[in-house]
């Protein structure tokens, strides 16, 4: 049955601490008031300081996740993070072919803690066959040069990993992210397939990023699946970010997560008496 709602779907693996993957696509969901769902891929022992361990659940068990949910409520979007294997991909691409769902892909491959959360025998299927069945894809710096196996160093370079992403791999639009420079303002690069759009903000000092990509995406997700085109869902996500990050919340021993209501403090850098920095 479809419902009025808008929903969404995230096939993503896991933070205990709540910062990034799946548990940070369902604050983002939240906050955008869509409904959210989500499939575990993996299960990650993690925290702010990196990656302690992984377990990859059985493919077909994901693949078992996808049928129960889409056989009961039919999402708007699909989101995916983490899928570490090329088996996972190729069920996933399956399953978003059979349903004929819009899909956001988050090609995460290296967390920044510097973990691999993908198989590197995984990129190849990744380009054959997910990128393609793409709505959005949005890669950080490192991960559009694995994608085109080129090296990213100036805004123009990014433009043109964005432009190649839609023309040589077949996706419908590309967003190549710009917390990764080291220097400058951070600034994103949408190519919808025909026009490239610029969307900067300041940079902003703190480590406290951990977790940004999925939630950017995350907002994606929800904004085309209440409607808004791809520059005004990729437009709210910047700004969403940008607020999360700014408020970040300084939890944990190492780089902490971003402030999921950030946005909701509309510049007001204070919560329960705690100034926010
Ligand atoms: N220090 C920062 N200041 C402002 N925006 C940032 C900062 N770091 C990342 N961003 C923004 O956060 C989003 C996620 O970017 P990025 O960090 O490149 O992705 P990922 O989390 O996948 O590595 C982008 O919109 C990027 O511009
Ligand atoms: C399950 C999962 N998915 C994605 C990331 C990347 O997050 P980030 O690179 O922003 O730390 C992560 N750390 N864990």
């Not at 993690?46 to 949910?69: A, K, R, W």
């Not at 950017?216 to 990729?234: Q, W």
Request: proline share 4%.
């Amino acid at each position: 049955m479809k419902h009025s709602i808008p929903s969404v779907l995230t096939i993503a693996g896991t933070d205990p601490t709540g910062g990034a993957g799946i548990q940070a696509d369902l604050k983002a969901f939240q906050e955008r008031e869509v409904y959210g769902m989500s499939v575990v891929t993996s299960v990650i022992a993690q925290n702010t300081l990196g990656v302690q361990g992984v377990e990859h659940l059985p493919t077909q068990f994901i693949e078992q996740q996808m049928e129960s949910v889409l056989t009961d409520i039919s999402p708007d979007v699909i989101k995916t993070g983490m899928v570490a294997s090329a088996g996972m991909m190729e069920v996933i691409a399956e399953t978003i072919k059979r349903y004929s769902i819009r899909y956001v892909i988050d090609p995460v491959m290296i967390a920044k803690s510097g973990d691999h959360l993908m198989n590197a025998d995984a990129k190849q299927t990744m380009i054959d066959q997910l990128i393609p069945l793409a709505t959005v894809v949005t890669p950080n710096i490192p991960e559009a040069e694995v994608l085109l196996s080129e090296s990213i160093h100036s805004l123009a370079d990014a433009e043109d990993a964005a432009r190649r992403i839609v023309h040589e791999l077949g996706a419908n639009a590309a967003v190549v992210k710009g917390g990764h420079h080291v220097e400058g303002d951070a600034i994103d690069v949408l190519y919808d397939g025909s026009a490239i759009h610029r969307f900067p903000t300041a940079r902003i000092a703190t480590k406290h990023t951990h977790g940004t990509g999925c939630t950017y995406s995350a907002v994606i997700t929800a904004e085309l699946a209440k409607g808004y085109s791809i520059y005004d869902s990729v437009h709210t996500a910047k700004k969403f970010i940008t607020d999360a990050i700014r408020y970040s919340l300084q939890i944990g021993k190492g780089n902490g997560p971003t402030n999921h209501w950030g946005h909701r403090l509309q510049g007001i850098p204070e919560v329960n008496g705690r100034v926010l920095k």
